[in-house]
């Protein structure tokens, strides 16, 4: 790249575009034509938690790309049963939205903020002809479509072949991995959610994994005591 294009493109930039290319690098691979049109097209958004951010059936007008915050995506059931497919965090893009874009179709899951949300919204026509002319930037996306489709299968293969108390485990470990904390904040129903099962059930598996002493439940939060407890219950998942 010469001194004068890299004079050009330090040059530009709305308020929220250095936080959106230190969340997605790959976007300084634009030319600074694409990069003055993404500044000029894309808008800054700010979504609080517990909004739907897309739902089953609607029409999708673009990309949102997270920079703070989350969004959970998850599929009903004919009894108004959930399953969660994935979560959406800060460097990602959602695979639904990535899919109605390109295919020019409707959501077949819901999306649903989960913490505060901060993100830029890409047009969809923006969307393409960054995907079209951007080889750096299609690269990124499908590699992060493919990811995410292999993430998926093996919930398939779980629900499909594993034991709730299995998955139950491997996601209490999860999630105490992630929160780098021995408690979490969490509902039976939440959970239950995640897992497409009914939250009876899951506090069944709960009161299972507290009488072995793995964990202590308290209201809205469930704490670890004894890690290997899960770990083994959660081993052939593991493997």
């Not at 920079?67 to 965090?89: A, D």
């Not at 072995?212 to 209201?219: C, D, K, S, V």
């Amino acid at each position: 790249m010469g001194s004068s294009e890299s004079s050009k493109r330090e040059q530009v930039g709305a308020p929220w575009y250095a936080e959106l290319i230190r969340h997605y690098p790959v976007l300084k691979t634009l030319p600074v034509k694409l990069t003055m049109v993404l500044q000029d097209r894309a808008r800054p958004v700010t979504v609080p938690a517990g909004t739907v951010a897309f739902d089953e059936d609607s029409p999708c007008s673009g990309l949102i790309l997270p920079t703070s915050g989350s969004v959970r995506v998850v599929r009903s059931g004919p009894q108004g049963r959930e399953i969660m497919l994935y979560r959406v965090r800060p460097g990602e893009s959602c695979i639904l939205s990535v899919g109605c874009l390109l295919g020019r179709t409707s959501y077949a899951a819901r999306g649903i903020v989960e913490t505060d949300l901060t993100g830029v919204h890409i047009p969809g026509e923006l969307f393409e002809t960054l995907v079209a002319e951007v080889p750096a930037f299609r690269t990124f996306i499908f590699e992060l479509f493919g990811a995410r489709v292999s993430a998926l299968l093996q919930l398939v293969e779980q629900v499909a072949f594993h034991r709730l108390d299995q998955r139950l485990a491997v996601l209490l470990l999860k999630r105490f991995e992630e929160a780098r904390t021995p408690e979490i904040e969490t509902t039976h129903q939440e959970l239950a959610d995640q897992l497409g099962s009914v939250r009876e059930i899951v506090s069944r598996v709960l009161e299972s994994f507290e009488n072995e002493g793995g964990i202590a439940l308290g209201r809205g939060r469930v704490r670890l005591l004894l890690p290997d407890v899960l770990r083994g219950i959660a081993e052939p998942l593991r493997d």
